[in-house]
């Protein structure tokens, strides 16, 4: 199972919107609606931003939205903060009951 | 509420075998989809395996069957991580993590993590 595809760096200013793309195969993100993306600070474990694709757990800010078409999900983050610089990762369930997440993007506040 | 405390850092030759374990509290392990997941100095996430509540079966990487093992001890509410035949590529913090909140699929609760040096 390969991992995602995902821009190595997204960068923005402060208050623009950025969008992260993260590319499957028919096999993965193109089967399910089980796509989630993670957001990671140096030194820390992983938060789960978004779910199901679109979906954000209790306690996450609504500049975070996710979508899906195709093969290929995406999350954007509006109104960007310079605490928004970190990796970020998304990963989906696959048709061989597995997960594989994405390469990682790494998001920079100008 | 879940919580997941991991065992300490360990440093391992070539060759040898680690066990991580992961003691759950806040809520009975047996109910739980356990996954691990593990990242290597400045490399990204990887997803290694996790107990698959909806198939009840334990689901591994395929990069890593035969290698590794993800057992349970419910007697004492805790999750192991068994890799065997370490490689220095397997140098990486070692993480277990789990759905409290969310659907099995997902992870919104997780360990700090434990280094594994080879």
């Known amino acids: 199972q390969s991992a995602l595809t995902q821009p190595a760096s997204v960068s923005g200013s402060p208050g623009q919107s950025i969008t992260i793309s993260c590319t499957g195969t028919s096999s993965d993100v193109g089967s399910y609606d089980y796509v989630s993306w993670y957001q990671v600070l140096p030194g820390k474990a992983p938060q789960l931003l978004i779910y199901d694709v679109s979906t954000r757990p209790s306690g996450i800010s609504s500049r975070f939205s996710g979508s899906k078409s195709g093969n290929t999900a995406s999350l954007t983050i509006s109104g960007l903060l310079p605490e928004d610089e970190a990796d970020y990762y998304c990963t989906s369930y696959t048709t061989t009951n597995t997960h594989v997440f994405g390469i990682g993007t790494k998001v920079t506040v100008l | 509420q879940v919580q997941l405390v991991q065992s300490g850092a360990e440093v391992k030759k070539p060759g040898a075998s680690v066990k991580v374990s992961c003691n759950v509290s806040g809520h009975p392990l047996s109910e739980l989809s356990m996954h691990w997941v593990r990242q290597a100095p400045g490399k990204g996430l990887e997803w290694m395996g996790n107990?698959?509540?909806?198939?009840?079966?334990?689901v591994y990487a395929q990069r890593f069957e035969g290698r590794l093992s993800m057992t349970e001890a419910p007697s004492a509410n805790t999750a192991y991580l068994e890799l065997r035949r370490l490689r220095s590529e397997d140098t990486a913090v070692y993480y277990c993590?789990?759905?409290?909140?969310?659907?099995?699929?997902?992870?919104?609760?997780w360990g700090k993590g434990t280094t594994v040096i080879v």
């Open positions: 107990f698959d509540l909806e198939e009840d079966q334990r």
């Open positions: 993590a789990t759905g409290e909140f969310v659907p099995g699929y997902y992870m919104d609760v």
